[in-house]
């Protein structure tokens, strides 16, 4: 079994930083993409960055420039450094991985529990 936890959510006001750190741990042969969303009260799901294996990265325009996302393999941990936090942050925030198990070549999505981010005006 594959477990993703998510850590370092929390409340900050405007204009402040968090750093969200998501870990896997279990039966990992290798991870591809790691990848950050985040839903809102009422609001669906959405992309927030997301980082192959490779290092590229993708983030979502509304957090272009405030957002970092990164990861490091050894660990098999995903980060996302958030700056300049807007009260619209405010959210849940889940991480996703592809994970795969074994040298198959086949690959799961795996999920995190989310962490709440709370950001006061």
């Known amino acids: 079994q594959v477990q993703l936890v998510e850590s370092g959510g929390g409340l900050v006001q405007a204009g402040g930083s968090l750093r969200l750190s998501c870990a896997a741990s279990g039966s990992i042969f290798s991870i591809n993409t790691m990848t950050w969303y985040r839903q809102a009260p009422g609001k669906q799901r959405e992309l927030v960055a997301s980082i192959t294996s490779g290092g590229s990265t993708n983030y979502a325009d509304s957090v272009k420039g405030r957002f970092t996302i990164s990861r490091d393999n050894a660990k098999n941990t995903v980060y996302l450094q958030m700056n300049s936090l807007k009260p619209e942050d405010t959210a849940v925030y889940y991480c996703?991985?592809?994970?795969?198990?074994?040298?198959?070549?086949?690959?799961?999505?795996?999920w995190g529990q989310g962490t709440q981010v709370t950001v006061s005006s």
């Open positions: 996703n991985m592809v994970i795969s198990r074994d040298s198959s070549s086949r690959w799961y999505s795996y």
